[in-house]
């Protein structure tokens, strides 16, 4: 042991001066293609050694911390509350990443049998792989979780096999001669032979997650509210449905048609902006789009007799001068007049008048945004949300009053367009400004998309493109 820690140390000190030296000296800014591919290769090669012996250092950690009297424990001499600890004192890591660690190290590390005598760790050929430098602890902890879960039903001899055939895969020396495989390849080869060799344990697992399913909604904090929990399994994949079809614009190649004064199409061909939201604000306007979409299906059971309904209170002075605040049942936070401008405009209004002290007045009869049969009119007219480049279908869009309902806007085919929640939510602070001229949606992109900006009529829909592509090819010269 002493041997290796001089090793170590001087491979410490060296490595040190001549990282050092090649990177602020910009050697790897001017190296060729060639040389920046080796050098990631050579680095990474040389951090799964280290891992190795992080893993085999934790592991003995782990070991000498696991006495009966707390005094004698490493990690109390240490004065640290334990191993977790200890290891982000030693290492600098994170939580999560010594965590890792310690994961790893219970995978490969030998045991102490009831009788005193070593016994080799869940993994050993994944041990000799990680003590050889072909894999790391992302692939030690990909392959552990898999076959750890199965290892009590498939018994010790399945457990080995797998390993074996994991190891060498992860060599480049597997049966189907693929080159070394990466962890992530590791994790679904590990799923695929745990789920082979445990064919009884389907059920268990279910009955598992099933008591483990759940989602609870946090305390506000920061004008947003946490969510916590776990999706089964086929709940998770249709959710993720659910954000690849409202999540992703679709950008390059779409044209985005406009017309003239006498109604044919224009030759200009306007760029689609890009998304400039990011992934994890998409998923969120998904899901608010696909709770909308559900609330107006008229399938989901019904409350009091009528459908889930989102209530939002606003005084009307308020939501004319965009002043002051909302209120939505089932919420403690206070909501913006925009969100309640949102929400009537996609949904029923329904006007209460209140007296000085409080008793109700006169209740106006509930007036629905848009019957069904103007919405498939839209629809065929407009194809799905009008921003250029959204992308978002006709089904799962809201249908906007482009005149305010709550300024005197008609619910009219002629006043109401297409819109996906993000961009209806948003309009306001989006850029884009929308106006209805002869009952067609004509938008006007923000100065930062198009730098002299002009109004243009736009669609998705197929039959109208078809239209105007047939309208600008007649009017083309022989």
Not at 128 to 138: I, K, M, P, R, S
Not at 291 to 317: D, H, K, M, N, Y
Not at 355 to 370: A, Y
Request: proline content about 5%.
């Amino acid at each position: 042991m002493h041997t290796l820690l001089e090793h170590l140390a001087s491979v410490v000190d060296g490595v040190r001066t001549e990282v050092g030296e090649g990177l602020r000296g910009g050697g790897m800014l001017n190296a060729s293609d060639e040389s920046v591919l080796a050098a990631v290769t050579l680095a990474s090669e040389l951090g799964r050694l280290v891992e190795a012996v992080l893993v085999e250092a934790t592991g003995e950690i782990g070991r000498r911390s696991d006495q009966r009297e707390r005094e004698l424990r490493l990690t109390t001499q240490m004065g640290c509350h334990n191993v977790n600890e200890l290891l982000q004192r030693l290492t600098r890591l994170s939580p999560a990443t010594a965590t890792r660690l310690q994961r790893a190290a219970k995978a490969t590390m030998p045991r102490q049998g009831l009788d005193g005598q070593e016994l080799p760790g869940v993994l050993p050929a994944m041990r000799e792989a990680l003590l050889d430098g072909f894999v790391g602890v992302d692939g030690v902890v990909a392959v552990a979780g898999p076959i750890e879960n199965a290892a009590p039903r498939i018994g010790r001899e399945a457990v080995l096999l797998v390993d074996e055939v994991l190891a060498a895969e992860a060599r480049g020396e597997g049966p189907d001669g693929a080159p070394p495989a990466c962890a992530d390849l590791l994790r679904v080869q590990a799923h695929a032979w745990a789920a082979a060799l445990d064919q009884d344990g389907a059920e268990p697992v279910e009955k598992q997650a099933l008591r483990a399913r759940g989602i609870t909604l946090g305390a506000p904090r920061d004008g947003v509210i946490p969510i916590h929990g776990g999706l089964l399994p086929e709940v998770a994949a249709q959710l993720e449905r659910v954000f690849d079809a409202t999540g992703s614009p679709r950008v390059g190649g779409q044209v985005m048609f406009h017309q003239t004064d006498d109604g044919d199409a224009g030759d200009e061909q306007h760029p689609v902006p890009d998304d400039l939201r990011t992934a994890a604000q998409k998923r969120h306007d998904a899901l608010a789009t696909a709770l909308f979409a559900a609330a107006s299906s008229e399938l989901l059971p019904t409350i009091g007799g009528a459908a889930p309904t989102l209530v939002i209170s606003v005084r009307q002075e308020d939501l004319i001068n965009g002043t002051g605040w909302a209120h939505a049942d089932g919420s403690d936070l206070p909501l913006s007049t925009a969100a309640a401008r949102h929400a009537g405009c996609a949904g029923v209004i329904q006007r209460v008048l209140l007296g000085d002290d409080g008793r109700v007045q006169k209740i106006g009869t509930e007036e629905r945004v848009f019957n069904r049969h103007q919405r498939r009119a839209i629809t065929l007219r407009d194809g799905g949300c009008v921003i250029p480049g959204c992308g978002v279908p006709a089904a799962w869009c809201e249908i906007h009053h482009v005149v305010e309902h709550a300024n005197g806007g008609p619910t009219h085919t002629d006043n109401g367009v297409l819109l996906c929640w993000y961009h209806h939510r948003y309009l306001d602070h989006s850029g884009w400004r929308i106006r209805m001229v002869r009952g067609v949606p004509e938008v006007l992109a923000p100065t930062w998309i198009e730098r002299h900006p002009r109004w243009r009529a736009v669609t998705t829909s197929r039959t109208r493109m078809l239209d105007l592509v047939r309208r600008r090819t007649r009017a083309a010269p022989e």
